[in-house]
């Protein structure tokens, strides 16, 4: 058998939160069996703990990846996020650490788009009051305050992977999209893009947020904004929890100027199934409460499951970064006999000379050469001859700069 560089049996690597099945096949498939699972996010002491001797570690949304994990995580090489958002993640710490971060961006947006659109219909029918008083034994048969979502304003925050997906489905049901985003972007079908915020607000009957958390959408939705909303307007968002002012919503929802909402995350959501759900919309009749499922479906998350699962095994396997969310992105062709170095260092001046000072001061070969830098750290692999790579590996290491090497064969 073929000598490996580090026997895959001894990569460990973590799944967290309930990742789907279909991730540990596709690490199984790529010759990875060393993995733990768990169910759901774990404290930070005992993430500390779990990730110490991880060289791959997989989250979902809950699990907080912050500098103080990282500088516990020795051996951790790459994260995949098997959601969308990065934001759990400390992404700077992590590139600091040489530790490259994975997403799926694309797999989960259908099943976001189609639950959004659930929603406005049910809201505009005031159907999560009326399932409420039907739950209590009441009857609230009438037609005062409801509508078609046809001929309605739909007003989309964030016109990225969702924001169009949803445009495009609302339009089939006849529905008016408008939409704000910070960048300029091209309108699917006859939406149309309106340059403030406030206008968006004003004209739409159904405000619904695609915005990534960052810290210009950190309450993007506070008082001010939702008193701008139309009366009897619905607000959902499916996006993060920090993007609006949970209290200012519930604030409108019980003045009726909001005459509903539908909201899948929250500022702070529980750990898993078992703890509790703390929220002031809890005994708001008028709200859809979902606990963070937007992207749960069997298929988004079979999806996602495989398409993360093989980035981390590419990744270990032959050191390709391709869609990494904080690395320079490198595609590499597979290395055949060659050994191959991996060199992540910080983006400082002469770290480039002394990696070319290695080779030419020991006289060795390089087969081949690949090179991407971000502002912050730059990302080298060189394929040479396997019996160079010892003695290589060693002086690389030494470089000033260095944050991590590794070789591969
Ligand atoms: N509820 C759930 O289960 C899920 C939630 N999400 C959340 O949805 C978010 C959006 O997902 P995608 O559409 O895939 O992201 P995306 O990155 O494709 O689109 C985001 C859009 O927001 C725009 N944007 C950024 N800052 C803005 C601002 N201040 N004002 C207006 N627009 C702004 C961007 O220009 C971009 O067009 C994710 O970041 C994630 O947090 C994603 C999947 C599932
Ligand atoms: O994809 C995302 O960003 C999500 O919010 C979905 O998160 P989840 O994997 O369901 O914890």
């Given at each position: 058998m073929a000598k490996m560089s580090l026997d895959k049996d001894k990569i460990k690597i973590v799944l967290l939160e309930g990742i789907h099945s279909s991730a540990v096949a596709t690490l199984n498939e790529a010759g990875y069996h060393n993995i733990d699972t768990y169910k759901t996010a774990l404290p930070e002491e005992k993430l500390i703990e779990v990730i110490k001797d991880a060289h791959f570690i997989g989250i979902r949304s809950r699990t907080q990846l912050t500098r103080r994990i990282f500088e516990h995580?020795?051996?951790?090489t790459a994260v995949g996020c098997?959601?969308?958002?990065?934001?759990?993640?400390d992404l700077g710490a992590a590139q600091e650490h040489g530790v490259a971060v994975f997403n799926?961006?694309?797999?989960?947006t259908r099943s976001v788009a189609e639950l959004v659109l659930a929603e406005a219909i049910l809201l505009l029918r005031g159907i999560p009051e009326k399932n409420a008083v039907c739950h209590r034994g009441g009857w609230m048969k009438t037609a005062v305050g409801s509508y078609e979502v046809r001929g309605k304003t739909l007003g989309i925050i964030g016109y990225g992977a969702i924001g169009t997906q949803l445009s495009v489905l609302a339009e089939s049901l006849g529905m008016k999209v408008r939409f704000y985003d910070v960048v300029t972007k091209l309108p699917l079908g006859n939406a149309q893009q309106i340059r403030n915020l406030n206008d968006l607000l004003g004209m739409a009957d159904i405000v619904s947020l695609h915005v990534p958390e960052l810290p210009s959408t950190k309450m993007m939705m506070g008082a001010d904004q939702l008193a701008q909303m139309k009366p009897g307007a619905v607000l959902i968002n499916a996006s993060r929890g920090t993007v609006v002012d949970i209290e200012a919503l519930a604030a409108s929802l019980e003045s009726k100027h909001l005459s509903g909402a539908a909201i899948d995350v929250f500022p702070v959501e529980p750990r898993g199934n078992d703890d509790e759900f703390l929220s002031p919309l809890r005994n708001i009749d008028t709200a859809i409460l979902t606990p963070h499922i937007g992207g749960s479906t069997q298929e988004a998350q079979e999806n996602i499951g495989l398409e993360v699962a093989e980035k981390l095994a590419k990744y270990s396997d032959n050191g390709t970064t391709i869609s990494s969310v904080n690395f320079p992105e490198v595609a590499l062709p597979q290395h055949g006999e060659a050994h191959r170095l991996l060199h992540i260092h910080k983006n400082i001046p002469g770290v480039l000379t002394a990696i070319n000072r290695v080779f030419s001061d020991n006289n060795l070969n390089i087969c081949s050469q690949y090179l991407q830098t971000n502002e912050k750290v730059g990302y080298v692999v060189l394929d040479v001859d396997s019996g160079d790579s010892d003695l290589a590996l060693e002086q690389l290491k030494q470089?000033?700069?260095?944050?991590r090497a590794r070789v591969l064969f």
């Open positions: 995580a020795e051996k951790l098997f959601c969308i958002g990065t934001n759990q993640v799926a961006p694309y797999s989960n470089i000033e700069g260095t944050i």
